[in-house]
């Protein structure tokens, strides 16, 4: 029944170590993206993908590979994790990009770097 | 570019009424607003497309400028749900259709 499903919900681990957050959508839609939100609440837009092709990669450290099989799914791997890797990580979607569409967000993924 | 918001938090009693602004340096083509609670996701409230447009959504209401390239958030008679953090998100450029720049937030506590 969950529109957008990521998995873990929380993911504790310690600084060097390489982690997976997956996404699932069911709504049938087109553009799903990550997005991090740090601990003084900002969300930042970190990658977009279009039915499977990556759009948009923002500064963001070559540490982090976003990977689409199909348009339903974009898991995030993370390679060497830092302690500024810390932060909640959303995955979302939207039917076709999001000028006239909303984002729909998953619950989130607390990552935790000790 | 991110979007400026204003202000940075709210506290009301329920049933006051509350105004939340989003600016921005650049030409806005859409402006988003979402509400998240406390630990869990944000939630889209509204999208606005057209310069002058004004949703309205239950008792929250929003409105669009495009010339002065702002939009604001109204939250009429408060209830205690209202409580959370509001984002306003713009597309990154007016031709990007796959990225939403955020606000920093409003922090709205709404209290008894």
């Known amino acids: 029944d969950t529109a957008v499903s990521q998995t873990p919900k929380y993911l504790v681990t310690q600084m060097g170590n390489d982690k997976s957050i997956k996404c699932e959508q069911n709504?049938?839609?087109?553009?799903m993206y990550w997005y991090k939100q740090d601990s003084k609440k900002f969300l930042k837009i970190m990658f977009s993908y279009n039915n499977k092709e990556l759009i948009i990669n923002e500064t963001v450290p070559n540490r982090f590979s976003p990977k689409s099989p199909d348009k339903a799914h974009l898991n995030l791997h993370i390679n060497s994790l830092e302690l500024g890797d810390s932060a909640v990580y959303f995955c979302?979607?939207?039917?076709?990009?999001?000028?006239?569409?909303?984002?729909?967000f998953g619950n989130g993924t607390r990552l935790t770097v000790t | 570019q991110q979007p400026v918001q204003s202000p940075q938090a709210v506290i009301l009693r329920e049933g006051e009424d509350a105004v939340i602004n989003c600016s921005s340096s650049?030409?806005?083509?859409?402006v988003h607003w979402y509400r998240q609670k406390h630990g869990e996701a944000p939630v889209f409230l509204m999208i606005?497309?057209?310069?002058?447009e004004q949703k309205g959504h239950d008792k929250i209401s929003a409105s669009f400028n495009e010339k002065k390239q702002q939009s604001s958030l109204y939250l009429t008679a408060s209830q205690l749900s209202y409580s959370g953090t509001y984002f306003c998100?713009?597309?990154?450029?007016?031709?990007?259709?796959?990225?939403?720049?955020f606000g920093k937030g409003t922090s709205l506590l709404v209290t008894p």
């Open positions: 998100g713009t597309p990154s450029n007016s031709n990007s259709g796959y990225a939403l720049n």
């Open positions: 709504l049938g839609h087109d553009t």
């Open positions: 979302a979607s939207s039917l076709q990009g999001i000028h006239n569409s909303p984002l729909h």
């Open positions: 650049k030409a806005l083509y859409s």
């Open positions: 606005l497309l057209k310069g002058g």
